[in-house]
């Protein structure tokens, strides 16, 4: 995996997103999309809160953390130091920006509680990010990539349904993690770069 580009790239465009959308919702409630949303949900799914909350299972702490820590694992077996750190560092530096500096600075809020962007999107999207970044382009890839959407889906009806966020917290929370984590892989990448040893052409 390469940390040249368009990570950097990515990031930086992502945590533009997240900023104005943030911005747009700092301090108010239900904006046009999430109110539609709500309804749609509501409607679809009613009040069944066991589907619902088996949705938003992937989001719990005991499941994201085995899964980082089984990546992270197999990336030291095989020997790719950068990588293991990125599962691990690039989720926490998420979950930590996003709960200590973003929450406060947008000021959004959902009952009782700083919503945006959301906290359990950016656990979940985090890790996800850190997994695609790790497999190998290609099939593994796509896979990873096309699974993670549907969980996301399934997760963002799932906490609409319950009420603990809006739509545009779960988008927020998404694009937030997606920067973070790749701008973490391109300075790992960078760090690595430094460390290691010049070839000597003689």
Not at 91 to 110: E, H, Q, S, Y
Not at 183 to 191: D, K, P
Request: aromatic share 8%; glycine share 10%.
């Amino acid at each position: 995996m390469s940390g040249r580009a368009p990570y950097g790239l990515i990031a930086v465009t992502c945590a533009a997103i997240m900023a104005v959308l943030g911005f747009l919702v700092s301090g108010e409630g239900l904006s046009g999309p999430d109110d539609l949303a709500v309804k749609w949900v509501e409607r679809t799914f009613g009040a069944d809160t066991g589907l619902l909350r088996l949705l938003v299972l992937p989001t719990e702490a005991a499941v994201l953390i085995p899964v980082a820590l089984l990546a992270a694992v197999l990336c030291l077996f095989g020997r790719r130091k950068p990588e293991a750190a990125l599962t691990i560092v690039g989720p926490l530096v998420a979950i930590a920006a996003n709960t200590w500096v973003l929450k406060p600075l947008f000021d959004r809020w959902k009952n009782t509680y700083l919503a945006y962007p959301s906290g359990h999107t950016v656990a979940l999207v985090a890790v996800l990010t850190a997994l695609v970044l790790l497999a190998r382009p290609g099939l593994a890839t796509a896979v990873i990539a096309i699974v993670g959407a549907v969980v996301l889906v399934g997760v963002t009806i799932g906490m609409i349904g319950l009420g603990y966020h809006y739509l545009t917290d779960v988008v927020g929370g998404a694009l937030f993690a997606i920067a973070t984590v790749c701008a973490t892989w391109v300075l790992l990448t960078w760090a690595a770069r430094r460390r290691a040893p010049v070839r000597s052409d003689g």
